[in-house]
């Protein structure tokens, strides 16, 4: 018998989401996003690159203000007015202290209950390599939250006025092949698709379907492959670790 998913935990106010780049979330828990935003949750985007390198035909320079205006459409599809980036280089993210103070930081001045990030392992399901700034990203959001709530860990932060949070009660990962609980995705399903394809311009280049129609096929794919193990329902899959 397939293992049922556990509904996600619901007893929080405040969320931190961070990955990578733009379109990291629209890909896979954008309805979540719209559904905790329905329900009086607040939900802020952390991105630790502008996506500058993701277009070939679009310089760097040109790219970034581009994927970081479609970024923060994006948000505002589903509901999340604060959307920040951290302005690491785009493809070349490195793992390492420098990058789990600044995701501390980010902790600490947010406050969040619930954080959520992308996966961080080498894999997507065993079939295709995961890009390095995923894996990076991911494995430091998980070390960052624990630094937050560590005072000894990253000093400077307390000495500019970020005191330690400790609040943060479960890391949920999207992205994962080794899902333990899910969201409900109907009710925010029609803006997951919105947000997604606000990110046309990448989109376009990724796809020579209509962006609309790529969005939708991709998006009800996902949900509906979480939803033998929901009791039948379209659903958004993360791997929760309870803190």
Known sequence: MTQQLEPMPTDWRRALAVVAHPDDLEYGCAAAVAGWIDEGREVTYL???????GIDTIAPEECAPLREREQRASAAAVGVGTVEFLGHRDGVIEYGTALRRDIAAAVRRHRPELVIT????????????????????????????????????FPELTRRGLEPWDGVRWVAVAGTD?????VDATPGFERSVRSLLAHRTYIEVLTDEDPEAYCRTFLTGTAEAAAERFGGRPAVAFEVFAR
């Open 178 to 182: 080794r899902p333990t609980h899910a």
């Open 47 to 53: 991105l630790a690159t502008r996506g500058e390198a």
């Open 118 to 153: 992308l996966n961080h392992r080498d894999t997507w399901g065993g079939v295709a390599w995961n890009t390095p700034d995923h894996r990076a990203v991911g494995r430091a959001t998980l070390d960052a939250v624990g630094d937050a709530g560590n005072r000894w860990i």
